[in-house]
């Protein structure tokens, strides 16, 4: 019995790969995009991960891509460049505009989606609404590069737009892209322009598929418009909501829901805003590509990830606490 049951079991397992390989063909061209889309993460996203050994080593460029293995253990146990950013003098900088910038990110970028998508579902006329939808999120696929110009073309002190309406007014002109007390409005509301559209497609999508007799149910009470948002989309798509927000907190020390900081700061920074345009991930691009130190700028890398993971970790744990909403 022994041996026909191994004889069977050899047959049905010859079955289901044939099956498996037939499906597999059937669908070849579905599992192509598949395969290319993890070779891309495999080699963009876990392949460098070999390179973070070197956030505890003492590694020099002229050592090469060996060198990453075989580098000497930096001083106090490999986390001599740890404390020497906990020590730098602009570690206290990089950190409060880095969290504050976000904060702010956070506080007005967060909340503007949501209203924009709550808005949007109100509108009625059908051909408007997909203008305004259309319009709204194409600023996110615009490079920060081209916003730069644009802001430049209406900030800058020589000829730009809102300078001159200034200047014609009678009034002098305001050094906005150099002027470090503007830069934290400039990167915000530029942020919320380039992101609020794209976000709002979440909500959207979140906002169709809530059950359309509970309006209708609603109405027939006499529940008013603001009340039907309040009582009926708000809850429906609270869980959306509270996973956007995980996500948006987790990218906070990178730059909120945009992820923006680093562009900003590269385009929108110099020497005269520095003060307050410096960020955690430009001070890594400076360290790293500028000054070459890069076993300092892999060290202040990695602390940014795993504040990142704890800012993951703690808020998803919150939100499961606090609304049963959470990712994992």
């Known amino acids: 019995m022994s041996v026909i049951n191994k004889a069977k079991e050899k047959s049905n397992y010859k ?9 597999f063909y059937a669908q070849r061209w579905l599992q192509l995009f598949a395969i290319l ?3 891309y993460i495999l080699i963009f996203n876990y392949l460098p991960m070999l390179g973070i050994q070197i ?8 050592m090469g891509f060996k060198g990453m293995f075989t580098a000497p253990l930096a ?10 950013f906990f020590k730098d003098p602009n570690f ?4 409060r505009n880095t969290v504050g910038l976000s904060l702010m990110k956070l506080f007005f970028s967060f909340p503007v989606p949501i209203l924009f998508a709550l808005a949007l579902n109100e509108m009625r006329h059908i051909k408007i609404k997909r203008i305004v939808q259309t319009v ?3 600023p996110h696929f615009i490079s920060w590069v081209i916003v730069y110009g644009i802001l430049f073309s209406f900030l800058n002190t020589s000829n730009g737009v809102i300078n001159s309406l200034l200047q014609s007014l009678g009034k002098e002109k305001m050094e906005f892209l150099t002027g470090k007390e503007y830069y934290y409005t400039i990167a915000v509301i530029s942020d919320i322009w380039k992101e609020m559209g794209w976000w709002s497609i979440i909500f959207l999508a979140a906002i169709s598929g809530i059950d359309q007799t509970q309006y209708e149910a609603a109405k027939v009470d006499g529940a008013s418009r603001f009340r039907c948002i309040w009582s009926i989309t708000l809850p429906n798509i609270k869980s959306t909501i509270m996973i956007v927000l995980i996500l948006a907190i987790g990218s ?3 730059g909120g ?3 923006s900081n680093f562009d900003q700061s590269y385009l929108l920074g110099n020497s005269l805003n520095y003060e307050r345009s410096v960020t955690l991930p430009y001070y890594v691009y400076e360290m790293g590509l500028a000054q070459q130190r890069f076993s300092y700028a892999t060290a202040i890398g990695l602390f940014q990830s795993v504040i990142s993971l704890l800012l993951v970790l703690i808020s998803n744990y919150v939100s499961d606490k606090l609304t049963g909403s959470s990712l994992f």
């Open 92 to 95: 206290s900088i990089v950190m």
């Open 55 to 62: 956030a505890f080593k003492s590694y020099k460029p002229s």
């Open 257 to 259: 829901m945009g992820g």
């Open 75 to 84: 001083r106090n146990y490999g986390f001599y460049h740890f404390i020497s």
């Open 252 to 254: 906070l020390i990178r």
């Open 37 to 39: 889309g993890f070779v």
């Open 136 to 138: 709204s999120y194409l």
């Open 15 to 23: 079955a289901r790969i044939k099956r498996s390989l037939r499906r």
